[in-house]
């Protein structure tokens, strides 16, 4: 995430350079600029407020700026290591709780049961042997992944003397042939089903407690790596601000310095040998 928007800043930061080449002072035209524009916009599209700095420091924005950008770094960085911490947490639990023998047992026996004739089974599952990023999505999303989650094998795949026995298919038929619609329960003294049955019985089976816990942490990941992308989009839009805020404060400036250094002619009395006399005065402010 950091490079990519290291990427952005980049880019942005060469377009502005580009564009800031076409800048000119169309309100006031003079032989010299107090500041240069160019340099102003560059230097805030580096690093927010550093142009208002070097074109005014007296201006408020110098310093706003500034603070913007490290506020949204921060939030950047902690939302992603939030995000990186609860992908742990998930990737544990799934560790800790997921068989693969388990799903590749229920896999089987699925395929080789009486009532599925069809060959829909024979190549429905690829779940990936390593625990690789599509692992972690897939048995989360698919039901067809289902098997391997250990409360799934304790309650539709468990005798109740606590060994592994072929899974009780509840089918449906259609037009492929019969389909696996869900599970009856084979223990039904799991100490997950007992007090939950309504809920798993509810599902026909096609339910899993962990699985339900394991999506709502992945569910937390994801959010917090979106709150990070939203600090990441503000920090894109804080450089691109405050660029053309420095083109602002930059032009109001030259405005400034040119109005109070211009050349005043002006009649005033002056004191001439005791006597009041008018005098042409002229004057210049540096």
Not at 18 to 27: F, G, H, P, T, V
Not at 30 to 39: D, F
Not at 123 to 152: S, V
Not at 208 to 227: C, F, H, L, P, V
């Amino acid at each position: 995430m950091n490079k990519k928007i290291l990427s952005i800043l980049i880019v942005m930061i060469i377009f502005i350079s580009m564009a800031a080449q076409e800048i000119r002072n169309d309100i006031i035209a003079v032989n010299y600029e107090k500041k240069n524009a160019r340099k102003a916009m560059l230097f805030s599209a580096i690093f927010p407020g550093a142009g208002q700095f070097y074109a005014n420091r007296n201006s408020i924005t110098t310093y706003i700026f500034p603070v913007i950008e490290i506020g949204l770094w921060y939030g950047l960085m902690h939302f992603t290591k939030e995000g990186q911490d609860l992908e742990k947490d998930f990737e544990k639990f799934a560790d800790d709780h997921y068989s693969r023998t388990y799903q590749h047992d229920a896999e089987d026996d699925l395929i080789i049961a009486p009532l599925n004739n069809s060959t829909f089974y024979d190549n429905h599952f690829r779940l990936d042997d390593a625990n690789t990023q599509h692992f972690y999505e897939d048995i989360g999303k698919y039901d067809k992944y289902i098997f391997g989650w250990l409360d799934w094998t304790s309650i539709y795949a468990t005798h109740p003397d606590g060994y592994w026995t072929g899974p009780d298919w509840i089918w449906e038929e259609d037009e492929l042939g019969n389909r696996w619609e869900g599970n009856h329960p084979t223990d039904s003294l799991s100490s997950y089903y007992v007090g939950n049955e309504e809920l798993y019985d509810g599902k026909l089976g096609r339910y899993s407690g962990m699985r339900a816990e394991y999506i709502s942490m992945r569910n937390d990941s994801r959010d917090s790596y979106e709150t990070a992308d939203l600090f990441g989009f503000g920090i894109v839009l804080n450089h691109i601000v405050s660029a053309f805020d420095a083109l602002r404060v930059t032009q109001k400036y030259n405005r400034e310095y040119i109005s109070d250094n211009s050349l005043k002619i002006k009649l005033m009395p002056v004191m001439v040998q005791n006597n009041i006399a008018p005098a042409l005065v002229i004057s210049k402010r540096f």
